[in-house]
């Protein structure tokens, strides 16, 4: 037993080529879930849907089993929130055959590990120069995504009518039309809650727009902790902190 963990805590967090192309083939399966999720939201879940959906939860259980197994802190991996958005999402898919359609939306949860696992952040910023040159806006990209499409989905679930020809074009049309505050009018929420729900894509959605907007247009910055001060944010091709004037050694692949 004592090889086997240790042979899964090499694939999770070692930094061998194995280990680093294991960690990208589970990023390549969280996004292959998301699409999953977006695509099957509108679908009426018959048998072939159900049973997919709790393949995939036992697999998603499976990696959480594991990564709860090796982690030296169980309890601090239990309160992040990309484990909090895979045991919600395991819930709700192992229990598919029980739920109503209404809880669907709680599965796009799962884009919220894409982002936020601490080991594809830190193979992205080894191995990728675009992402270590790009990365506030990365990452703010794809909290507007998570956002969006969360947002839409639960749109399509609560308020879209039934009788509606393009549901979910539908839902994601309204969402853009309120986080943009464009405001058409064509496709309103009438209820009380529909229109709380508006507001709450209005506030939150601008925020993280805006955030989108200033990671794109501000002058980039590469994340290196400064051993003398501390400072983690610098300009790419800093040789010295500009707050203690401390040497960096950035790891950079050079202009070419």
Same mark, same amino acid.
């Given at each position: 037993?004592?090889?086997?963990?240790?042979?899964?805590?090499?694939?999770?967090?070692?930094?061998?080529?194995?280990?680093?192309?294991?960690?990208?083939?589970?990023?390549?399966?969280?996004?292959?879930?998301?699409?999953?999720?977006?695509?099957?939201?509108?679908?009426?879940?018959?048998? !072939?849907?159900?049973?997919?959906?709790?393949?995939? !939860?036992?697999?998603?259980?499976?990696?959480?089993?594991?990564?709860?197994?090796?982690?030296?802190?169980?309890?601090?991996?239990?309160?992040?929130?990309?484990?909090?958005?895979?045991?919600?999402?395991?819930?709700?898919?192992?229990?598919?055959?029980?739920?109503?359609?209404?809880?669907?939306?709680?599965?796009?949860?799962?884009?919220?590990?894409?982002?936020?696992?601490?080991?594809?952040?830190?193979?992205?910023?080894?191995?990728? /120069?675009?992402?270590?040159?790009?990365?506030?806006?990365?990452?703010?990209?794809?909290?507007?995504?998570?956002?969006?499409?969360?947002?839409?989905?639960?749109?399509?679930?609560?308020?879209?009518?039934?009788?509606? /020809?393009?549901? +979910?074009?539908?839902?994601? +049309?309204?969402?853009?039309?309120?986080?943009?505050?464009?405001?058409?009018?064509?496709?309103?929420?009438?209820?009380?809650?529909?229109?709380?729900?508006?507001?709450?894509?209005?506030?939150?959605?601008?925020?993280?727009?805006?955030?989108?907007? /200033?990671?794109?247009?501000?002058?980039?910055?590469?994340?290196?902790?400064?051993?003398?001060?501390?400072?983690?944010?610098?300009?790419?091709?800093?040789?010295?902190?500009?707050?203690? !004037?401390?040497?960096?050694?950035?790891?950079? !692949?050079?202009?070419?």
């Amino acid at each position: 037993m004592t090889g086997l963990k240790r042979f899964v805590r090499m694939l999770y967090i070692g930094r061998g080529l194995v280990s680093v192309w294991f960690r990208y083939g589970l990023i390549l399966f969280d996004l292959t879930t998301i699409v999953f999720f977006v695509s099957t939201a509108p679908l009426e879940h018959g048998p !072939g849907l159900t049973r997919a959906s709790v393949l995939v !939860g036992l697999i998603i259980l499976l990696d959480l089993a594991a990564r709860l197994w090796i982690a030296r802190d169980r309890w601090a991996l239990l309160r992040k929130v990309y484990t909090i958005a895979d045991i919600v999402v395991v819930g709700s898919l192992l229990l598919d055959p029980f739920l109503e359609g209404n809880l669907a939306f709680l599965r796009i949860l799962r884009a919220l590990r894409l982002i936020h696992s601490y080991h594809l952040l830190h193979d992205l910023r080894r191995d990728s /120069q675009f992402f270590r040159t790009h990365e506030d806006a990365v990452i703010a990209a794809v909290n507007l995504m998570v956002f969006v499409f969360a947002t839409s989905t639960a749109v399509l679930v609560y308020f879209i009518p039934e009788n509606s /020809q393009t549901p +979910y074009i539908d839902a994601l +049309y309204f969402t853009m039309a309120t986080l943009t505050t464009t405001g058409f009018g064509d496709i309103t929420l009438a209820s009380p809650a529909g229109k709380l729900f508006s507001v709450f894509i209005m506030v939150v959605g601008v925020a993280l727009f805006v955030r989108l907007a /200033q990671a794109i247009f501000m002058p980039q910055k590469v994340r290196h902790k400064c051993r003398g001060c501390g400072l983690f944010r610098h300009d790419p091709d800093a040789v010295h902190c500009k707050h203690c !004037g401390g040497l960096l050694k950035i790891e950079t !692949g050079g202009a070419g």
